[in-house]
């Protein structure tokens, strides 16, 4: 075999496993990669460029817990407050909305200067199984956010027997 075949060869094998890779990163991170919008104007033209510059996409990173009484979702959201959320349930998914604010703190002089901006979001997080909306009990805490939601009693699914024609 000549060197340029062995090199070929290399190469190849090098580009198939960069391409497994990415491809499994994809499929893990499909769901937490969230876009953010434009959200609320910021008042002065220098905030309004910073939230514009910022927007795009992130990661909300998001875990399902499923036991036999209750579905557990955890989201890391940090830098909110409680009541800027806005959650849903929608047939099989948890709707999680909400508006990172604008922070930025200046010391023109020392050239400290800490700027974040992000937006509106929204992030859907689909259930493993059929819960109680009305019963559904949220918390936030250090930058989680921690949905507890009851399991439905009754089952959406049904069997259905095949009758002859």
């Keep these: 075999m ?3 075949q062995q090199l070929r060869e290399g190469l190849n094998t090098t580009w198939d496993a960069v391409q497994h890779g990415w491809q499994k990163l994809f499929r893990r991170a499909t769901n937490a990669i969230t876009r ?3 959200g609320k104007k910021y008042g002065t033209e220098s905030t309004n460029e910073l ?7 992130g990661v909300l990173a998001a875990e399902v817990f499923d036991d036999k009484k209750k579905v557990v979702v955890r989201l890391e959201i940090p830098g909110m407050k409680k009541n800027d959320f806005e959650l849903e349930i929608v047939d099989d998914y948890l709707v999680v909305r909400g508006e990172k604010q604008l922070q930025q703190e200046r010391n023109e002089n020392g050239y400290y200067i800490s700027e974040c901006a992000y937006g509106s979001f929204e992030r859907v997080v689909p ?4 819960v109680k909306a ?6 936030y805490k250090r ?3 921690r949905v507890e939601l009851p399991k439905a009693t009754t ?7 095949v009758g002859v024609a």
């Excluded at 089952?155 to 027997?161: A, D, F, G, M």
Aim: charged share 25%; aromatic share 6%; hydrophobic share 40%.
């Design 134 to 139: 009305e019963k559904a009990k949220a918390s």
């Design 36 to 38: 953010f919008t434009p």
């Design 155 to 161: 089952s959406r699914r049904k069997k259905i027997n």
């Design 127 to 130: 259930l493993p199984d059929a």
């Design 51 to 57: 939230a514009l510059r910022n927007i795009g996409w």
């Design 2 to 4: 000549s060197t340029l």
């Design 143 to 145: 930058g989680v956010l």
